[in-house]
T-cell receptor, first 115, second 110 residues
Framework: EAQVTQNPRYLITVTGKKLTVTCSQN?????MSWYRQDPGLGLRQIYY???????DKGDVPEGYKVSRKEKRNFPLILESPSPNQTSLYFC??????????????FGPGTRLTVT | TQLLEQSPQFLSIQEGENLTVYCNSS?????LQWYRQEPGEGPVLLVT?????EVKKLKRLTFQFGDARKDSSLHITAAQPGDTGLYLC??????????FGDGTTLTVKP
């Protein structure tokens, strides 16, 4: 089944404790992206990747890191989480930049709480 | 930062009524998508529009992309309770950046 998977689905952590949220897709998609969703603010793009070893900042990259060493995986790293990073996080993938349509397929979300 | 203004933010209607949701920007997008999101789940793609002036229909849903590719609308005919959900528009540039509207929460009462 074609899908985007995220782990963990739920995470409660403390300020400053490094964490990684994994994202994997099995559709051989070139484009992957991370978003956070907060009440009243919609989905905001954190980082995106056009292909392996190519990443770029979205609108809210502060406090986050990403890497794209393999096509299927795009982990989101919070080196020192803070309470303002409490949010619902979504990973998404899309076929290719060349297709130009950016039809994104989303994972189920990761609800992160930082105390 | 490109902005997408979506309106209305909330919409509560009776079954059988028609409605339109708007998505407006001052920026030009290479493509625009409409998604629907259920509570606790990720957004699911409804449609992509690419060409200025393009109109697409999906059963009772009609999507239109503005001639200048800066705005779009979603029209639902004879809304049903199953249409209830959060509707999101998203614009994309060729550089890979994505911008989402804040969403329209639609409630259709039986």
């Amino acid at each position: 089944e074609a899908q985007v998977t995220q782990n963990p689905r739920y995470l409660i952590t403390v300020t400053g404790k490094k964490l990684t949220v994994t994202c994997s897709q099995n559709m051989n998609h070139e484009y992957m992206s991370w978003y956070r969703q907060d009440p009243g603010l919609g989905l905001r793009q954190i980082y995106y990747s056009m292909n392996v070893e190519v990443t770029d900042k979205g609108d809210v990259p502060e406090g986050y890191k990403v890497s794209r060493k393999e096509k299927r995986n795009f982990p989101l790293i919070l080196e020192s989480p803070s309470p303002n990073q409490t949010s619902l996080y979504f990973c998404a993938s899309s076929l290719s930049y060349a297709s130009g349509s950016y039809e994104q397929y989303f994972g189920p979300g990761t609800r992160l709480t930082v105390t | 930062t490109q902005l997408l203004e979506q309106s209305p933010q909330f919409l509560s209607i009776q079954e059988g009524e028609n409605l339109t949701v708007y998505c407006n920007s001052s920026s030009v997008f290479s493509s625009l998508q409409w998604y629907r999101q259920e509570p606790g789940e990720g957004p699911v793609l409804l449609v992509t529009v690419v060409t200025g002036g393009e109109v697409k229909k999906l059963k009772r849903l009609t999507f239109q992309f503005g001639d200048a590719r800066k705005d779009s609308s979603l029209h639902i005919t004879a809304a049903q309770p199953g249409d209830t959900g959060l509707y999101l528009c998203a614009g994309h540039t060729n550089a890979g950046k994505s911008t989402f509207g804040d969403g329209t929460t639609l409630t259709v009462k039986p």
